[in-house]
C-alpha cells in the first residue's frame, strides 16, 4: 500500500518562504499525479494544487503567484515551494495520490478523490 510522506514544514515569519517536500519510500511516484492539501486550524481540508505525471499543473485561485508545485521523478519527491507565506497560510499540508496521468480538473478537488495520503507537515506563520 502506497504510504506517503510530507516535510518541510516549520514556523516561518510572515513574508517567507518554505518548500515541502511529498515522497513514497518504498514506490516510485513517476506514475502517480498527486495534490495537495491545506487544513487550517478548525476547518476543512482544502485542494490547493495537483501536478500530473508530466509536470503540468493546476491551482486553486487564491494561491496562484505564490504556490509552486513541482516534481523531481529521479528524487522521487513533489514539491510544494510556497512564498510570500501569510498567517492564513498557516495549518497541515498533506500530499494525495492517484494512481495513473489525469487531467488535475477531472480526478475533483476533494479529498475523497485521492485515494493515497501521508500524516501531512504543520506549518506555522506567525511573527
Known sequence: ???LEESGGG???????????CTAPGFTL???TIGWFHQ???KEREWVSCIQTRGSTLYTGSVKGRFVTTRD???????LQIYNLKPEDTGTYSCGAVVGDFFCSSI???SRDYKYWGQGTQVTVSS
Open 1 to 3: 500500500q502506497l504510504r
Open 11 to 21: 514556523l516561518v515569519q510572515p513574508g517567507g518562504s518554505l518548500r515541502l517536500s
Open 30 to 32: 513517476d506514475n502517480y
Open 40 to 42: 487550517a486550524p478548525g
Open 73 to 79: 521523478n529521479p528524487k522521487n519527491t513533489i514539491y
Open 108 to 110: 475533483g478537488f476533494s
